[in-house]
């Protein structure tokens, strides 16, 4: 799945680490999530399941509008270290042919909780966000807009799992940590922008053209403490850099009789660069280790789509096709560094990607779809470049994926409904696995590639029904399957739940008795698993208990000021996360979930 911020990518497709990127904006500064399922023509590799892209507030009334929000949390059994203070201010407005929007956050960010008050793994932070969108509107009804956000993200003190036990349980024990001695080099920081163009009608054409530019910078000071051997003080630094450009032309053709085409064709370009180094943080940053050599690639990508509509019929197809080059750079290059890779170019490689679909309209309330579309995922090329001595033996060649989905939309009155069936297979998936170079020899291994064949498939159904116009239900249903090649076994093996959903229920109702007065309770079930043979239990696999978690929210508008009062785990149970269940009882991610969090807040538009 690529996440894009305002149409830029902010995934981590080089290398998967931290994957903080989707979190560097403040999400009061959001005003729209567009959601894009499949592997389309339209965005090719990075994006195997769709996309998700978070659009950001713009400048919509003529007079000026003022956002202001400032809200806190805590974990209510032990609320010290534990709050989160956010602070929110933005303004806007649209006047003649400009608009703008400028906001700038503070967040005092606090560590985590469980139930009854343990720790879990999480750092104190503070971070700053602004955010900035300034429109033109030309004379042809063309627009020109700028888009940009910045994150700083300073790190605190850790909560880190020790190594060791609590007593009488298989839970891990999460505790304190001294701070690295260089913690104040610690950030996470973020830099996005976009440049747009759009005209409605160039000949004959609704043209859109943007280019679009990342930077992220994340210095890692941590403490990698166990109980056994007591601190392991860790640095790195790493950057990542992404400039692109996009652009895309439509047009329709009206062919009677309740006939139509759309075509869409254009051209992408991507630079993508990355590096992550292992750094003396007390002797200047200087590089001593290498985790991933600064690794370039470049992609260059046509594409074309098709939308033909006959009547009560609309068929789609496309296509889109890429060619990767790259490069590992001599950035902090030395033969002594023996993690290092030797610089020069990748070798080169290139794949097309199809996309079949209908929509059979049998009402004007209900669809019936199917589609066929390819993904690919880039395949950890900043992993692979670890170590190479001949880079021209490194190929970027995304690993592709088939997806088969059926399914139906329907509306009746006050009630809405979407189910879907779904099947997706690769032949070489993108994978990780601990190098076996290092058994035996260190605790914990680093990952390289791994390629091997997989299958998932799933249904997922959701349902909202107005009963009145104060109360309204809706509810998610998902259920998933996973499987992977097993190179030992010779067959497939079944993913655990840290891979795939065994079963997810979510209910939620909104009651509005007045029009100030609001609330909102949210229920979620996450089923028990049963995936795996007692023999595969024996062998380490892992399945998961079920568990219930509860929020729920009340709100109060006086003017133009909402007040908020929301609890998550409302009924503060003591659970380990299905995720974590996966690691296995005892094991060193085997820990609980958070405890209750109580959220106070206020949020005002003028």
């Known amino acids: 799945m690529s996440f894009q911020l305002n149409g830029v990518p902010v995934n981590e497709d080089l290398r998967q680490g931290s994957c903080t990127g989707p979190f560097t904006i403040n999400p009061f500064a959001l005003e729209k999530i ?3 399922r499949g592997g389309t023509a339209l965005y090719g590799a990075g994006s195997p399941g769709g996309i998700i892209n978070v659009i950001t507030r713009r400048g919509r009334t003529e007079a000026l509008s003022v956002d202001v929000t400032a809200q806190t949390s805590f974990n209510t059994k032990h609320k010290t270290a534990t709050g989160t203070t956010d602070l929110y201010a933005g303004a806007g407005q649209r006047s003649g042919i400009a608009d703008y929007y400028v906001a700038a956050s503070h967040t005092d960010g606090g560590r985590a909780r469980d139930a009854v008050g343990d720790p879990l793994l999480s750092s104190g932070y503070e971070a700053v966000d602004v955010l900035g969108s300034f429109g033109l509107t030309l004379p042809d009804a063309s627009e020109l807009r700028l888009v940009t956000t910045f994150h700083n993200e300073n790190v605190g003190r850790q909560f880190y799992p020790s190594g060791a036990l609590i007593p009488a349980t298989r839970i891990a024990r999460v505790v304190e940590v001294a701070a690295h001695p260089q913690v104040d080099q610690g950030l996470d920081r973020n830099l996005t922008a976009t440049l747009s163009y759009t005209n409605p009608d160039m000949l004959g054409h609704a043209v859109s053209v943007s280019a679009f530019y990342q930077n992220q910078v994340i210095r890692q000071r941590d403490n990698f403490f166990a109980a056994a051997s007591g601190d392991d003080f860790f640095a790195s630094n790493r950057r990542n850099d992404r400039f692109g450009f996009r652009s895309a032309a439509v047009r329709d053709y009206r062919l009677g009789d309740g006939a139509s085409l759309k075509i869409s064709y254009g051209f992408d370009y991507t630079r993508n660069a990355l590096y992550r ?8 940053q200087a590089v001593i280790g290498v985790i991933s050599p600064e690794i370039v690639l470049r992609t260059f990508a046509p594409f074309a789509q098709g939308e033909l509509t006959l009547g009560s019929v609309t068929l789609t197809g496309g296509a889109r096709h890429e060619w990767y080059r790259g490069e590992i750079t001599d950035r902090s290059y030395s033969p002594t560094l023996g993690d290092a890779g030797v610089p020069g170019r990748i070798g080169t490689s290139k794949l097309t990607l199809l996309n079949v679909g209908a929509v059979y309209r049998v009402t004007d309330a209900i669809q019936l779809y199917a589609g066929f579309s390819q993904g690919a995922e880039l395949s950890q090329l900043g ?35 979407n189910a879907a069936a779904y099947y997706s297979t690769s032949d070489s998936a993108a994978l990780l696995q601990a190098d076996p170079v290092c058994a035996g020899i260190t605790p914990i291994c680093p990952l390289i590639p791994l390629r091997s064949p997989q299958r998932f498939h799933g249904i997922e159904a959701d349902l909202a029904v107005k009963l009145d116009p104060r109360l ?6 998902t259920l998933q399957r996973g499987k992977v090649f097993d190179e030992g076994t010779g067959r497939y093996i079944n993913y655990a739940t840290d891979v795939v959903v065994p079963l997810r229920v979510t209910a939620r109702a909104d009651w509005t008795p007045t029009e100030r007065l609001g609330f909102g309770v ?9 995936f795996f043979t007692p023999a595969q239990a024996g062998a380490g696999l892992v399945d998961t208990d079920a568990t219930t978690l509860t ?14 009062i929301a609890a998550d785990n409302l009924l503060n149970e003591s659970y380990v996360s299905p995720n974590n269940q996966a690691a296995g009882s005892g094991s060193f991610a085997y820990y609980r979930g958070a405890g209750r969090r109580m959220t106070l807040g206020m949020a005002a538009r003028f």
């Open 277 to 284: 180094f292992v750094v003396d943080a007390a002797a200047n």
């Open 551 to 564: 929020s729920a929210s009340a709100r109060y508008a006086i003017g133009p000021v909402e007040l908020y």
């Open 34 to 36: 567009e959601v894009v």
């Open 472 to 477: 309204q239900l809706s509810g998610v249903f």
């Open 383 to 417: 992993r692979a470049a670890r170590r190479i001595r001949n880079p021209a033996t490194l190929t970027p060649e995304p690993a592709t994926s088939d997806q088969y989905e059926v399914g139906i939309r329907a509306t009746h009155g006050a009630l809405r409904f």
């Open 522 to 530: 949210q229920i979620s079930h996450y089923g028990a698993s049963s």
